[in-house]
């Protein structure tokens, strides 16, 4: 069935190092991808997205490729920020051009990024 | 995208309450859905809803336990009953991107409703 498998955590970093969570998923068709962060007693916000294989989807400095070969979507930042701590959850969905989507969640990856 | 209010932010509650949960949103909007979040956990559906029919529920969550309702095409409500202390969690609700339209779109939340039962 449809799931997504996202790099354990915690991830902890100082401040300016080099970010990489991994996010692989297990879905039918052509699913969109989607990286959502929740920043602490906040909701989830949208961070990007990608629509199709190859799509770069990139925002504030996040970027993740949708790579159907490896069925993967990995986010990378180059220089994480103190501002960047948060919960990040990789998910798709997979709707027909008939129906509305079901969000599928990965269990999410708590980031601590230190001054 | 959408702005999406719900109410109320937090609560907490006595076990074998119940309690109902609004979603409004600013623009109308043919889907809205309902999450939940256990502690420390991932995001799960509970519950489509459509103006206009019933609630579709994902497994595992039943509409006597999570009635939901949809009297128009920018508010819902849900209500979780005879609350117990395994129910508390934050509720989110969403709707999808490009308003009116099917397909692979991303979803856009609430801050969500976090609840406590003692």
């Known amino acids: 069935g449809n799931s997504v498998t996202q790099m354990e955590g915690p991830v902890t970093l100082s401040e300016e190092a080099f970010l990489t969570i991994n996010c692989t998923y297990t879905a039918t068709g052509y699913p969109s991808l989607f990286w959502y962060v929740q920043y602490p007693g906040e909701g989830l916000q949208l961070l990007l997205k990608?629509?199709?294989?190859?799509d770069k989807g990139s925002n504030k400095g996040f970027e993740a490729t949708y790579r159907k070969e490896t069925t993967s979507f990995h986010l990378e930042k180059g220089s994480v920020q103190v501002s960047d701590s948060a919960v990040y959850f990789c998910a798709f969905t997979n709707a027909g051009g008939t129906s509305y989507g079901k969000l599928t969640f990965g269990q999410g990856t708590i980031l601590t990024v230190h001054p | 995208s959408a702005v999406i209010s719900q109410k109320p932010s937090r609560d907490i509650c006595q076990r074998g309450t119940s309690l109902t949960i609004q979603c409004q949103v600013d623009?109308?909007?043919?889907?809205m859905f309902w999450y939940r979040q256990q502690p420390g956990q991932s995001l799960t559906l509970i519950a489509t809803a459509n103006q206009g029919s019933e609630a579709t529920y994902e497994s595992g969550f039943v509409i006597d336990k999570f009635p939901i309702s949809r009297p128009n095409l920018t508010f819902s409500t849900l209500t979780v009953s005879n609350m117990s202390p395994e129910d508390s969690s934050i509720y989110l609700c969403s709707v999808e991107e490009k308003l009116g339209e099917k397909g692979n779109q991303p979803q856009h939340f609430g801050d969500g409703t976090r609840l406590s039962i003692l």
């Open positions: 990608a629509t199709k294989a190859d």
């Open positions: 623009s109308q909007v043919t889907m």
